[in-house]
C-alpha cells in the first residue's frame, strides 16, 4: 500500500497478557517511529529506528516495552504483562531518510487493556 | 523538561474566516516546527513545515516562526467546516534532528 501499515486496528486484552503490534512503513522509508497517544494526551514519542543504527528507546515508558524492526523494514512493538495504563492508541510513523522530521502516519492500534 | 504549549480550545470561528492557531515551545533549540491535523477517531496528518523564522504560505495555510519569542502559529485563510480538526504542534527536541515533542492541540470548530 500507499501509506504506513498498522495491525491490529484495534485490541481488547487482559491485564497481564502481553500484546504485540504490527507496523509496515512506506516502501522506502528508512526511519521508523513509535508514539503513544492516550486520551487527552499530546503524542509521545516512544522508540525511533533508523536503517542498521542502534535504536533510540528513550521514550519506553517502562521494560515492559520493547520493539524490533527486521530486515529495516517491519517493526514490532510488544507490551508484556499489560496494564491499563498502557490503554491508549498505538501510531507507528516513517519518513525518507533525506527529509526525517517529515514523519507520515499510519492510522494506529487502538488498545484497550480490561 | 521540553515542553510544547498549545491553547486546547474548542476555538470557533465562523465559515469563511481566518483561524489562528498559537503555539509556544520551551527548547531553545528547536530547529523544526510542524503542524498537524487531526480528525477524531484518525491519525495525525501533516500539513506544514517551518524552519526559518517569517512565514511560509501554502495554499490556504500560513506558518509563522518566530524563534525569539519561541512561538510558532498556523494562520488558516477562507476556513472551511472540513478544516474542523485538531490541530498539533510539533518542534524537535533534545537537539535531535528526528525525535518530535507534540503539544496536546487545538480542537478547532469551523461553523457553517
Known amino acids: 500500500g500507499a501509506g504506513v501499515s498498522q495491525s491490529p486496528s484495534n485490541k481488547v486484552t487482559e491485564k497481564g497478557k502481553d500484546v504485540e503490534l504490527r507496523c509496515d512503513p512506506i516502501?522506502?522509508?528508512?526511519?521508523l517511529y513509535w508514539y503513544r497517544q492516550s486520551l487527552g494526551q499530546g503524542l509521545e514519542f516512544l522508540i525511533y529506528?533508523?536503517?542498521?543504527?542502534?535504536?533510540?528507546k528513550s521514550g519506553l515508558p517502562s521494560d515492559r516495552f520493547s520493539a524490533e524492526r527486521t530486515g529495516g523494514s517491519v517493526s514490532t512493538l510488544t507490551i508484556q504483562r499489560t496494564q491499563q495504563e498502557d490503554s491508549a492508541v498505538y501510531l507507528c510513523?516513517?519518513?525518507?531518510?533525506?527529509?526525517?522530521?517529515?514523519?507520515?502516519f499510519g492510522e494506529g492500534s487502538w488498545l484497550t487493556v480490561v | 523538561q521540553k515542553e510544547v504549549e498549545q491553547n486546547s480550545g474548542p476555538l470557533s470561528v465562523p465559515e469563511g474566516a481566518i483561524a489562528s492557531l498559537n503555539c509556544t515551545y520551551s527548547?531553545?533549540?528547536?530547529?523544526?516546527f510542524f503542524w498537524y491535523r487531526q480528525y477524531s477517531g484518525k491519525s495525525p496528518e501533516l500539513i506544514m513545515f517551518?524552519?526559518?523564522?517569517g512565514d511560509k504560505e501554502d495554499g490556504r495555510f500560513t506558518a509563522q516562526l518566530n524563534k525569539a519569542s519561541q512561538y510558532v502559529s498556523l494562520l488558516i485563510r477562507d476556513s472551511q467546516p472540513s478544516d474542523s480538526a485538531t490541530y498539533l504542534c510539533?518542534?524537535?527536541?533534545?537537539?535531535?534532528?528526528?525525535?518530535?515533542?507534540f503539544g496536546k492541540g487545538t480542537l478547532l470548530t469551523v461553523n457553517p
Open positions: 516502501s522506502g522509508h528508512t526511519a
Open positions: 527548547d531553545r533549540g528547536s530547529q523544526s
Open positions: 510513523a516513517s519518513s525518507p531518510d533525506r527529509a526525517r522530521n517529515t514523519i507520515y
Open positions: 517551518i524552519y526559518s523564522n
Open positions: 529506528f533508523q536503517g542498521n543504527s542502534a535504536p533510540d
Open positions: 510539533a518542534v524537535n527536541s533534545g537537539g535531535s534532528n528526528y525525535k518530535l515533542t
